[in-house]
């Protein structure tokens, strides 16, 4: 299998969660080697890890993520498109640590305090890592001081605060708040089921993601 291919092949268990060999997950793919073992091939191959990290993780969560924005797969394809994708990069790890893949940034990802839903905060933060960038999961239920110690260690970080209840939505406006009275030149973008552009404005964030995708759109944007 020559380079190309099999950076297209590894793309493709990406995107239809394809984890290794074993997974019996999709039932097409059966038998076939999945991410973890194509990710080990091409490294072993001599594929640059950063081409492996562009030209196939990216690429792979860049349709995934189009898909699911046009409602054309659903949580639990993504999570599955996300865990092949996580396979692969536990082969890339070590070189983000050594420095020789450069990540296109930092970003901290939280559920805001009182409210203990997950699932949509991780998609996020599973798709802007499979996009590139260095994700830090505070987890769920972050008050505005988890969040501000998480800026301090990480100045140049991007911010995404969660919200799944209509009841934590003034605990998201309380943070935001507390953040930009301390860090006035964080970017903070919010997400979740009841919050929308206009809270944005209101509560002073500076990005709204209704879906991964967007907030990838919005990280991009950031460092273009």
Not at 27 to 34: E, I, L, S, V
Not at 115 to 120: A, E, K, R, Y
């Amino acid at each position: 299998m020559g380079q190309n291919e099999l950076l297209q092949k590894l793309a493709e268990c990406v995107e239809f969660g394809k984890v290794n060999k074993t997974a019996p997950y999709p039932p097409a793919m059966k038998g076939q080697d999945g991410a973890d073992e194509l990710t080990r091939q091409a490294l072993e191959m001599g594929i640059k890890p950063s081409e492996i990290l562009n030209d196939a993780l990216i690429f792979a969560m860049d349709k995934v993520g189009e898909k699911f924005s046009q409602k054309k797969i659903f949580v639990p394809q993504m999570l599955i498109s996300a865990k092949a994708m996580n396979t692969a990069m536990e082969h890339l790890k070590p070189y983000f640590q050594s420095g020789e893949v450069k990540r296109k940034g930092k970003f901290i990802i939280g559920t805001v305090s009182g409210d203990l839903h997950d699932i949509g905060k991780n998609l996020v933060a599973m798709i802007v890592e499979g996009a590139g960038w260095e994700v830090i999961d505070l987890g769920v239920d972050v008050d505005a001081g988890k969040f501000k110690t998480a800026i301090g260690e990480n100045p140049d970080a991007v911010v995404g605060l969660s919200a799944l209840l209509t009841t934590t939505m003034p605990n998201m406006q309380k943070i935001v708040g507390e953040i930009k009275a301390q860090y006035p030149n964080v970017k903070l973008i919010i997400g979740g089921a009841p919050v929308n552009d206009e809270f944005r404005s209101e509560i002073g964030a500076d990005g709204y993601s209704p879906d991964p995708q967007s907030a990838v759109a919005y990280l991009n944007a950031l460092v273009a």
